[in-house]
């Protein structure tokens, strides 16, 4: 089981930039991938961002362009770089692993909230 523990989220200005951090822990050895999601009120969960042990990454057409997903593999940590932020970005972010099954793990961390609001 990995634990995860995200952090950097906050109250920005649209237009603004948030950096989050997530920092794993635990069995990463079959990990093939690290990845976030978003889940904004009354909304489900998404994928937003991927990064493949390979380096390999992935965004949704929401936020291509304006993130940046990074892993520091000594770190076993995970960033998301935000910028052009906007209202609609507002949610709780989430950062996962991808297990050897290419399912994504069951086990998630508390989040971090992102507000995003003039």
């Known amino acids: 089981q990995v634990q995860l523990v995200e952090s950097g989220g906050g109250l920005v200005q649209p237009g603004g930039s948030l950096r989050l951090s997530c920092a794993a822990s635990g069995s990463m050895v079959r990990i093939n991938a690290m990845g976030w999601y978003r889940q904004a009120p009354g909304k489900e969960r998404e994928l937003i961002a991927l990064?493949?042990?390979?380096?390999?990454?992935n965004y949704a057409d929401s936020v291509k362009g304006r993130f940046t997903i990074s892993r520091d593999n000594a770190k076993n940590t995970v960033y998301l770089q935000m910028n052009s932020l906007k209202p609609e970005d507002t949610a709780v972010y989430y950062c996962?692993?991808?297990?050897?099954?290419?399912?994504?793990?069951?086990?998630w961390g508390q989040g971090t909230q992102v507000t995003v609001s003039s």
């Open positions: 996962n692993v991808r297990l050897p099954s290419y399912s994504w793990s069951p086990y």
């Open positions: 990064i493949t042990s390979a380096g390999g990454t």
